[in-house]
Structure formats: C-alpha cells, structure tokens
C-alpha cells in the first residue's frame, strides 16, 4: 500500500510536468485539489496488530438456590485495527499561495478481531467455574471486538502517528503541485474536532513514547 500512495504522488506530478509543458494557461489553473487530497487520505492509513486476552465474568451463571457457580473465563485473541483520517471531512481552500486544509483527528476507522486466532486453545476457564458454551464464546468475540476497538481508540501515540502520516503524504502533494507551477505554497492546518466543528489550528502532533501493538503502514 505504500508503494501505492507513492506511485500516486508521483502521477501527480507527471500529470503537473505535464500539463506545465503542454500549456501556460494550464499551469495558471493548476492548484491543491479537495478530491485528490481525499483520495490521499483514503490511501493514508496505518494497520496496528494486537494481541490480547479479555476476561468474562458471570454470576449464578449455573445451579439452583444456594448451590451455584459463577462462570469465568479468559479469551486470547488477536485483531487488526486501521488507525487514518475520515477523508470525506477533508476540504482545502486555496487564495494565491496560501492553501488553507480543513482536516479531522485521526481515529479508528476499522476494528476486526481475527476469527482465525480463535481455537479451544484460545478460552481459558478458570478452576471451578461453570460450563462455558457456544453462546458464551459468541458474547466473548462481541467483547473482544470491544475491547480491541477501546484500546486504539486510548492508544494517543500510535492516532498522532497515523495522523503524522496523513498531513506529510499531503504536504508532499502540495509541494509537488508548487514545484511544477512555480510556486512555494504555505500550509495553514485547521482541525476538526470529534463533533466536527473546527478547533485553533496548530501544527501536526507528533507521534511520541512506546507503545505494545506492532503499527504497519498500508
């Protein structure tokens, strides 16, 4: 995927080269378009690979009156998270040199746990604890799911990398528009926030600290 948004960026500009060398009125019109940066965005995005075990608790889960059993268990599982910006809240505003880029934060875009990872091997129950059944493991796979999503969503470190990676493929775009039309464009980032009402622009987050899931760029 990388290799991707790399060729794309690169048919950009031959597509800027040349519309320069074919025409100069083209070259007057040429500027950052909202679809492409979009597009951009939608190629932009960053897989993270979990592991990681979720526990089930019921109480009374089994027996009559006073002699009953709680049920305990453990799930191990492994999932997939795609961290990335929401591109249909991407738009840009360009007077002269100045291009104006309205951009959201970057959040979970997609959460899947992998079914794959799920064997007998995977539930863990707990000493003395009651049966577990089929409807269990279904209510477990629902938590996991969950737990997954809960856990990127917390995870401030790897959403300031994927959003770092957006506005710098984006950046890059723009630079390559500026070099074929002559111009140095400067940049003004404007963020959305999660109600989508736009919040102080500031420069792009930094992505900081160490973190456990194993983040690979698509």
Excluded at 13 to 36: D, F, I, R, Y
Excluded at 69 to 81: L, P, T
Excluded at 152 to 164: E, N, R, V
Aim: aromatic share 8%; with cysteine; charged share 20%.
């Amino acid at each position: 995927m990388k290799k991707t948004i790399l060729f794309f960026l690169a048919g950009v500009l031959m597509l800027c080269t040349a519309s320069c060398g074919n025409s100069n009125t083209a070259s007057v019109h040429l500027e950052p378009k909202t679809s492409q940066m979009k597009a951009i965005c939608e190629l932009a995005v960053m897989d993270c690979y979990y592991h990681n075990v979720a526990k089930f608790e019921e109480e009374n889960a089994e027996g009559i009156l006073w002699w009953q059993k709680d049920k305990h268990f453990w799930i191990e599982y492994s999932g997939v998270v795609t961290l990335g910006i929401d591109a249909s809240l991407v738009s840009v505003d360009v007077k002269d040199t100045e291009v104006t880029i309205t951009i959201p934060q970057a959040t979970v875009l997609t959460c899947t746990v992998d079914s794959a990872s799920l064997s007998e091997d995977s539930f863990i129950v707990e000493q003395g604890s009651a049966k577990v059944d089929a409807d269990d493991e279904i209510v477990a796979f629902a938590a996991a799911q969950a737990q997954l999503k809960e856990n990127a969503s917390s995870d401030t470190a790897l959403l300031a990398s994927a959003q770092q990676r957006a506005q710098t493929l984006l950046e890059d775009y723009i630079t390559n528009i500026g070099n074929a039309v002559g111009k140095e464009y400067s940049i003004k980032w404007v963020y959305l926030n999660t109600e989508e009402t736009e919040v102080e622009a500031s420069p792009a987050p930094s992505a900081t600290g160490t973190v456990e899931p194993t983040p690979t760029p698509n």
